[in-house]
T-cell receptor, first 109, second 113 residues
Framework: QKEVEQNSGPLSVPEGAIASLNCTYS??????FFWYRQYSGKSPELIMF????GDKEDGRFTAQLNKASQYVSLLIRDSQPSDSATYLC?????????FGPGTRLSVLP | SAVISQKPSRDICQRGTSLTIQCQVD?????MFWYRQQPGQSLTLIAT?????????ESGFVIDKFPISRPNLTFSTLTVSNMSPEDSSIYLC??????????FGPGTRLTVL
């Protein structure tokens, strides 16, 4: 099975800072990439998806994709304590989704 | 967005027994998945629930252990059979709408004693 890798963290940032979450994937043929947020004890919720190289912005969130480097990242601007959660990177392989191990983000007030 | 319900939300079971988890979605969808999330771990796909045909299982998961039903486009069940403590986990169903938008149910937290 193809792999999706993330730094498990925890990543700690002060409130108001930019949080940068990174993900690498092994399947060069992957075309669809996703970021999910999972609060403790809750199920994952989709934050963003990206298909094309470059940046995609949605509010405080920016996803960045570099297919040549097989790298996708998520930037969270003006981080808030409510952003504290585990962030899961996922890659579509055929009909299935392969998830990374997740990065735990802690935003300190 | 999607409305997905799962029953039960949690259960504590004895070794050797079986538990059936139900997943109901609010509109007809083609693709439904079942995942397992062990404590502190990410999501592992168990199988794709196919309407009108057998489920498609991922490597490491077999039908005898995790039988799945999908009688229609809004409902699916996952049974965890002959349970052992290693099956203690959160089980999540999901649906995919449009091309890639995946929504998850609230999960079933299973503890096997």
């Amino acid at each position: 099975q193809k792999e999706v890798e993330q730094n498990s963290g925890p990543l700690s940032v002060p409130e108001g800072a930019i949080a940068s979450l990174n993900c690498t994937y092994s399947d060069r043929g992957s075309q669809s990439f996703f970021w999910y947020r999972q609060y403790s004890g809750k199920s994952p919720e989709l934050i963003m998806f990206i298909y094309s190289n470059g940046d995609k912005e949605d509010g405080r969130f920016t996803a960045q994709l570099n297919k040549a480097s097989q790298y996708v990242s998520l930037l969270i601007r003006d981080s808030q304590p409510s952003d504290s959660a585990t962030y899961l990177c996922a890659v579509r392989e055929g009909q299935n989704f392969v998830f990374g191990p997740g990065t735990r983000l802690s935003v300190l007030p | 967005s999607a409305v997905i319900s799962q029953k039960p939300s949690r259960d504590i079971c004895q070794r050797g027994t079986s538990l059936t988890i139900q997943c109901q979605v609010d509109s007809q969808v083609t693709m439904m998945f079942w995942y397992r999330q062990q404590p502190g771990q990410s999501l592992t796909l168990i199988a794709t629930a196919n309407q009108g045909s057998e489920a498609t299982y991922e490597s490491g998961f077999v039908i005898d252990k995790f039988p799945i039903s999908r009688p229609n486009l809004t409902f699916s069940t996952l049974t965890v059979s002959n349970m052992s403590p290693e099956d203690s986990s959160i089980y999540l169903c999901s649906e995919v709408r449009g091309t890639d938008t995946q929504y998850f149910g609230p999960g079933t937290r299973l503890t096997v004693l």
